[in-house]
């Protein structure tokens, strides 16, 4: 119960990576609020997790809104008194051709996976920086962010800016005691893992795929009170698929 008692947020909850953050921190003892704009399956995840005897609550908000940021900050102080770690993992992306991409879209990717970042992060340290322990922030990021595919403009620029807001918060933060790092994913499948083909795992240096909880893991080694010396840390966790070299032959 390394986090008993600790209170967390995460963002983009209600499925996927979110889901599995969740589970992990309520899993060793936190009060976790999950958020995200799916409000059935929000709540049925939250659910989940109190009948397993888990302290969780959810909280409907999109994060494009700052009114819903501001909100699901406040929500989780008065509930439970303070924050002790935020988890943005929000996201979303457009597979576009880059002579379609319109700037409604692109704003849409930005502002749902950076601007989120931000706001979020600079509320939950206005409660943070009261702690006697300080916080901890992570944001989750993409291996995208230094290597693509075509037409994913948008959210590789959307998961770059979220790198480098990382390191520019852990310098602010780090003067009220709040440490931020960044957690890049590779390919994590969310889906049905059983699907994946052989030559989806051993392209991996790793031998497989990743799974949501990989993913869960990282955050708790980051956020734990006895790793306070890391922080403005960019943890890539694909596998080894940006270490390896690849020649065509």
């Known amino acids: 119960m390394r986090f008993e008692e600790q209170v967390v947020i995460v963002t983009g ?44 609550m959810f909280v409907a908000c999109d994060m494009r809104s700052e009114e819903d940021i501001l909100r699901l900050v406040h929500t989780a102080k008065e509930q439970y008194g303070t924050i002790h770690i935020l988890i943005n993992n929000a996201g979303k992306g457009v597979w576009k051709s880059l002579y379609e991409l ?48 075509p037409d994913t403009e948008a959210y590789a620029a959307s998961k770059g800016a979220i790198t480098a807001l990382t390191h520019a918060l852990a310098v602010s933060l780090g003067r009220d005691g709040i440490r931020v790092n960044c957690i890049s994913p590779g390919w994590i499948e969310t889906g049905d893992y059983g699907q994946l083909r052989p030559e989806d795992h051993s392209q991996h240096p790793s031998g497989r795929v990743g799974r949501p909880e990989d993913i869960a893991r990282a955050c708790l080694y980051l956020t734990e009170p006895g790793n306070d010396f890391i922080t403005g840390e960019n943890l890539v966790i694909d596998g080894g698929m940006t270490r390896k070299m690849i020649y065509i032959p």
């Open 13 to 56: 909850a209600a499925q996927g990576i979110g889901r599995a953050v969740a589970a992990a921190y309520a899993g060793e003892g936190a009060c976790v609020v999950l958020a995200d704009h799916d409000a059935e399956k929000g709540a049925a995840a939250a659910a989940a997790l109190r009948s397993e005897g888990h302290e969780a």
């Open 102 to 149: 319109t700037a409604a879209e692109w704003d849409d990717v930005m502002n749902t996976n950076a601007r989120s970042c931000f706001l979020a992060s600079r509320e939950a340290a206005k409660v943070m920086k009261s702690n006697a322990e300080g916080g901890s922030i992570i944001n989750i990021a993409s291996t995208r962010a230094a290597m693509s595919e």
